[in-house]
């Protein structure tokens, strides 16, 4: 990760933030540039829900070089309340207790961090809900 472009996005990641249409009401995460429902170019920021469910789910050994030492990593599809769908890593679950339909809650934690540099990476993850 750049440090500089991660602190310039850090708003983002922490919250959760894509955008929504002001035309038709249809919300995006990542946010995009132009509608995909209706052409408009008229996006609004959105903060996304934090509740979910896991719809699809991958376990990564072997990881891109800076999460290795974080490794399993356990991916997850959620479908957040409002339909969107997004990817992130799920935390505080065992492989086995992992399943489809999982309900789950988006939160801030550690992702990485930067060996040289020693900057740390925040961002958002998902947890189980009781």
Same mark, same amino acid.
Request: charged share 30%; with cysteine.
């Given at each position: 990760?750049?440090?500089?472009? %991660?602190?310039?996005?850090?708003?983002?990641?922490?919250?959760?933030? @894509?955008?929504?249409?002001?035309?038709?009401?249809?919300?995006?995460?990542?946010?995009?540039?132009?509608?995909?429902?209706? @052409?408009? !170019?008229?996006?609004?920021?959105?903060?996304?829900?934090?509740?979910?469910?896991?719809?699809?789910?991958?376990?990564?050994?072997?990881?891109?070089? /800076? %999460?290795?030492?974080?490794?399993?990593?356990?991916?997850?599809?959620?479908?957040?309340?409002?339909?969107?769908?997004?990817?992130?890593?799920?935390?505080?679950?065992?492989?086995?207790?992992?399943?489809?339909?999982?309900?789950?809650?988006?939160?801030?934690?550690?992702?990485? /961090?930067?060996?040289? @540099? @020693?900057?740390? %990476?925040?961002?958002? !993850?998902?947890?189980?809900?009781?």
């Amino acid at each position: 990760m750049i440090p500089i472009a %991660f602190w310039r996005n850090r708003r983002r990641y922490y919250n959760l933030i @894509g955008n929504k249409c002001k035309s038709c009401g249809k919300e995006y995460y990542p946010p995009v540039h132009i509608c995909k429902k209706c @052409g408009s !170019k008229d996006l609004v920021d959105w903060e996304m829900p934090k509740e979910g469910k896991v719809i699809s789910y991958t376990i990564l050994l072997e990881p891109a070089e /800076e %999460f290795k030492p974080y490794a399993p990593i356990y991916l997850g599809l959620i479908e957040l309340t409002n339909g969107v769908k997004v990817i992130g890593m799920l935390t505080d679950v065992r492989k086995e207790d992992i399943r489809i339909g999982m309900k789950v809650r988006a939160t801030l934690r550690k992702l990485t /961090e930067d060996r040289d @540099g @020693g900057q740390i %990476f925040y961002g958002y !993850k998902f947890v189980p809900v009781e």
